[in-house]
């Protein structure tokens, strides 16, 4: 049975300049033998979201094409403004009887198997929290979010390679950008998130410590030996190929 007040959003419109690649989007790049944007569709159609948004931006023909056979709304961001411009973007699409979305990446949702998501919607849905976030342990985590909590195991920030101290560093569990929000926190909030001094995007992680600061709600689901990689070099592509392979 489809999931009737809980949609998804792909996010699937950045340039991936890295790739090097003028007319395809990273995410139509094939791994596993099907496109990285299909693995996340296929796998919301898994366990039943009705409603899957996916925004579009750099080379969208390329990922529309992909996703010609299935169900799901497009969402355009014209300009490329980061995660959270990209999310605001997909929520002007999404139906009002739509209480919780589930935000997930175009190009590293192959990894991730319908049992946890399932469980990420579950935490969320009974902790009545405002976003509950997926955290993985990784061995290397160089580049990567790290999440910090307090001694209590309370989430209290997710600090950015950039930013992160000594410390911080020695982190080993990362955020992988795959959350449960609750709309009406996105729609009060989206639009509170300042933009980034080095970048000018505006970014989704920042919802964490807004979510903190304002003592909302906020859980995660940790998971342990999964095997995942972020794509947005060619290297990349072939280590998580490499990865998905021995999965």
């Given at each position: 049975?489809?999931?009737?007040?809980?949609?998804?959003?792909?996010?699937?419109?950045?340039?991936?300049?890295?790739?090097?690649?003028?007319?395809?989007?990273?995410?139509?790049?094939?791994?596993?033998n099907?496109?990285?944007?299909?693995?996340?569709?296929?796998?919301?159609?898994?366990?039943?979201?009705?409603?899957?948004?996916?925004?579009?931006?750099?080379?969208?023909?390329?990922?529309?094409?992909v996703?010609?056979?299935?169900?799901?709304?497009?969402?355009?961001?014209?300009?490329?403004?980061?995660?959270?411009?990209?999310?605001?973007?997909?929520?002007?699409?999404?139906?009002?009887?739509?209480?919780?979305?589930?935000?997930?990446?175009?190009?590293?949702s192959?990894?991730?198997?319908?049992?946890?998501?399932?469980?990420?919607?579950?935490?969320?849905?009974?902790?009545?929290?405002?976003?509950?976030?997926?955290?993985?342990?990784?061995?290397?985590?160089?580049?990567?979010?790290?999440?910090?909590?307090?001694?209590?195991?309370?989430?209290?920030?997710?600090?950015?390679?950039?930013?992160?101290t000594?410390?911080?560093?020695?982190?080993?569990?990362?955020?992988?950008?795959?959350?449960?929000?609750?709309?009406?926190?996105?729609?009060?909030?989206?639009?509170?998130?300042?933009?980034?001094?080095?970048?000018?995007?505006?970014?989704?992680?920042?919802?964490?410590?807004?979510?903190i600061?304002?003592?909302?709600?906020?859980?995660?689901?940790?998971?342990?030996?999964?095997?995942?990689?972020?794509?947005n070099?060619?290297e990349?592509?072939?280590?998580?190929?490499?990865?998905?392979?021995?999965?």
């Amino acid at each position: 049975m489809k999931q009737k007040t809980l949609g998804a959003i792909v996010l699937a419109a950045g340039k991936g300049k890295r790739m090097n690649s003028k007319r395809k989007n990273k995410v139509t790049f094939s791994l596993g033998n099907r496109p990285m944007i299909l693995h996340a569709v296929k796998l919301l159609e898994a366990i039943e979201i009705g409603i899957i948004i996916v925004v579009v931006g750099f080379a969208k023909k390329s990922v529309i094409d992909v996703l010609k056979d299935t169900s799901v709304i497009f969402a355009e961001q014209r300009k490329r403004l980061g995660t959270a411009h990209a999310s605001s973007r997909a929520l002007l699409k999404l139906p009002r009887h739509i209480t919780d979305v589930l935000v997930l990446q175009g190009d590293d949702s192959a990894f991730y198997k319908p049992e946890i998501l399932k469980k990420l919607i579950s935490v969320h849905t009974l902790s009545k929290s405002v976003i509950t976030f997926l955290t993985l342990d990784l061995q290397n985590p160089f580049g990567l979010g790290r999440v910090v909590r307090d001694s209590s195991d309370k989430v209290i920030s997710v600090v950015e390679e950039k930013d992160a101290t000594k410390k911080d560093r020695a982190i080993t569990e990362i955020n992988p950008a795959c959350y449960v929000f609750k709309v009406n926190f996105l729609r009060k909030y989206l639009g509170k998130i300042k933009k980034s001094s080095v970048t000018g995007e505006y970014y989704l992680t920042n919802l964490i410590g807004i979510a903190i600061k304002n003592k909302e709600k906020v859980e995660t689901v940790k998971i342990k030996g999964m095997p995942w990689r972020g794509v947005n070099t060619k290297e990349e592509l072939e280590e998580a190929e490499k990865l998905f392979l021995e999965k």
